[in-house]
T-cell receptor
């Protein structure tokens, strides 16, 4: 079965610091990869997704992620975080011909003003 | 743009009662997913439907059942509620094309509190 791991449970940064959240998955086949964000009290929102093509994907709000197939990784990055980026971030994987999404456990990001 | 609609947004029930959660997918989406997110936990997949048929099943308790209707809306029926059922229940919809389900669009969730 697929599994998704996220490297950090809780990340605390100061504003303007750079961010990288790690995500690794276990499935060996072709996958679609996603990052979702859940702001406090809100539902999950899609940040960015990778299906194929350029492994460097740009999403909303200045986020980007890089798919490294050899490492089974899809790390999320942002060069300069803001206080409003405080949220829970979930990495998710979907098999190319599957329907089920597998979510990682989430990483809580706290940005200090 | 139309989004996934869930109702009710909040629901308070007592132990052993029943609850019905509703999900209305984005128009023309043919697939509905249900997730349960407990306090401090990541969303857990419960069940999904494609074209009104159950397509996949996750960690859905036997006390729960769900179905997708002809208008593609879905209902999650929960019986003999337990305190541990208190959670945020997300519905998501997507369009299944060529065997691949593209990104899911999530609804706002129904927060169920069992007392």
């Amino acid at each position: 079965a697929q599994s998704v791991s996220q490297h950090n449970h809780h990340v605390i940064l100061s504003e303007a610091a750079s961010l990288e959240l790690g995500c690794n998955y276990s499935y060996g086949g072709t996958v679609n990869l996603f990052w979702y964000v859940q702001y406090p009290g809100q539902h999950l929102q899609l940040l960015l997704k990778y299906f194929s093509g350029d492994p460097l994907v740009k999403g909303i709000k200045g986020f980007e992620a890089e798919f490294i197939k050899s490492k089974f990784s899809f790390n999320l990055r942002k060069p300069s975080v803001q206080w409003s980026d405080t949220a829970e971030y979930f990495c998710a994987v979907n098999e190319w011909y599957g329907q089920n999404f597998v979510f990682g456990p989430g990483t809580r990001l706290s940005v200090l003003p | 743009a139309a989004g996934v609609i869930q109702s009710p947004r909040h629901l308070i029930k007592e132990k052993r009662e029943t609850a019905t959660l509703k999900c209305y997918p984005i128009p023309r989406h043919d697939t509905v997913y249900w997730y349960q997110q407990g306090p401090g936990q990541d969303p857990q997949f419960l069940i999904s439907f494609y074209e009104k048929m159950q397509s996949d099943k996750g960690s859905i308790p036997d006390r729960f059942s769900a179905q997708q209707f002809s208008d593609y809306h879905s209902e999650l029926n929960m019986s003999s509620l337990e305190l541990g059922d208190s959670a945020l229940y997300f519905c998501a919809s997507s369009f299944l094309a060529g065997g691949t389900s593209y990104e899911q669009y999530f609804g706002p969730g129904t927060r169920l509190t069992v007392t």
